[in-house]
T-cell receptor, first 114, second 112 residues
Framework: DQQVKQNSPSLSVQEGRISILNCDYT??????FLWYKKYPAEGPTFLIS?????DKNEDGRFTVFLNKSAKHLSLHIVPSQPGDSAVYFC?????????????FGTGTRLKVLA | ETGVTQTPRHLVMGMTNKKSLKCEQH?????MYWYKQSAKKPLELMFV???????ENNSVPSRFSPECPNSSHLFLHLHTLQPEDSALYLC???????????FGPGTRLTVL
């Protein structure tokens, strides 16, 4: 049973527009969430994180929103650039319970069209 | 060299071979991890080492044997693998267990 789900395997967006990547989770113990970006032939690169005490975290063009009641988080990229084309993974962990284990989603491939 | 490095980047082996994957981190971190990524599946955590001690083993078959001789190096020894073990094997490190993890580029393993 997948505890972290990324239901859209791929997404295409025009350059300059907003990219919205979604992630749903089932475990209410999760309290720390991350987004990673992965280019071909490279390992995942940490992008942005959010703790469950917040509902929004912003870093430049990247903003992560957390809706705890819906068990849903999203990554917004504004404006999208061709260099953002990559696979994006969301991950969750239950740090307060001391497990520290990251559970990853299957990823969403973003393609930003020039 | 900076970050997390992994060698080899690609490996093809037969089911009777013995090989090892190597990971080295140059970040001064104290925790290291092995993950497996199979096609269309999420990353699966295999092993966690914290201060050179194995602290987590997620029901990984014994044909995978990790070794952490010091806080900068992590090995994954492979023995009598199966074709279904073909995957991308990723190493990661973090300052401490629970901190943000930084990944290496991975080793693409093919078992024939």
């Amino acid at each position: 049973d997948q505890q972290v789900k990324q239901n859209s395997p791929s997404l295409s967006v025009q350059e300059g527009r907003i990219s919205i990547l979604n992630c749903d989770y089932t475990n209410s113990m999760f309290d720390y969430f991350l987004w990673y970006k992965k280019y071909p032939a490279e390992g995942p690169t940490f992008l942005i994180s959010i703790s469950s005490i917040k509902d929004k975290n912003e870093d430049g063009r990247f903003t992560v929103f957390l809706n705890k009641s819906a068990k849903h988080l999203s990554l917004h990229i504004v404006p999208s650039q061709p260099g953002d084309s990559a696979v994006y993974f969301c991950a969750a962990s239950a740090e307060a319970s001391g497990t520290y284990k990251y559970i990853f989603g299957t990823g969403t491939r973003l393609k930003v069209l020039a | 060299e900076t970050g997390v490095t992994q060698t080899p980047r690609h490996l093809v082996m037969g089911m009777t071979n013995k090989k090892s994957l190597k990971c080295e981190q140059h970040l001064g971190h104290n925790a290291m991890y092995w993950y497996k990524q199979s096609a269309k599946k999420p990353l699966e955590l295999m092993f966690v080492y914290s201060l050179e001690e194995r602290v987590e083993n997620n029901s990984v078959p014994s044909r995978f044997s990790p070794e952490c001789p010091n806080s900068s190096h992590l090995f994954l020894h492979l023995h009598t693998l199966q074709p279904e073990d073909s995957a991308l094997y990723l190493c990661a490190s973090s300052q401490a267990r629970g901190d943000t993890q930084y990944f290496g580029p991975g080793t693409r393993l093919t078992v024939l």
